[in-house]
Nanobody, 123 residues
Framework: QVQLVESGGGLVQAGGSLRLSCTAS????????MAWFRQAPGKEREFVSA????????DYEDSVKGRFTMTRDSAKNTVYLQMNSLKAEDTAFYYC????????????????WGRGTQVTVSS
């Protein structure tokens, strides 16, 4: 069982930056992957980024490429999402998720989920 706790959300002006953190209870296995998803009001949950704990291969949704960076700190069992050049359309509730094996963009493949953190970007 893996429990995930997110932090770092908040209110920021357009063009600003935020860093989200997701800490996993227990040590994620090198075969595990972790991801960030987001959900805006009235919209479906969408993939943002993912990282394989062992490799660490990453994947990003096109709209965040070049602006968001996902990294992991093995010593702290934590993944980070550094978000720069934030836009109003990045406003959403951001969720951390984990799964066994390789990264995927499909939310249904992720078994473990955090409770999420709100990111609000004012224009």
């Amino acid at each position: 069982q893996v429990q995930l706790v997110e932090s770092g959300g908040g209110l920021v002006q357009a063009g600003g930056s935020l860093r989200l953190s997701c800490t996993a209870s227990g040590r994620p296995a090198v075969s595990m992957s972790m991801a960030w998803f987001r959900q805006a009001p009235g919209k479906e949950r969408e993939f943002v980024s993912a990282i394989n704990w062992g490799t660490p291969t990453t994947d990003y949704e096109d709209s965040v490429k070049g602006r968001f960076t996902m990294t992991r700190d093995s010593a702290k069992n934590t993944v980070y999402l550094q978000m720069n050049s934030l836009k109003a359309e990045d406003t959403a509730f951001y969720y951390c998720a984990a799964k066994v094996d390789g990264i995927t963009r499909s939310s249904s493949a992720y078994r473990y989920w955090g409770r999420g953190t709100q990111v609000t970007v004012s224009s």
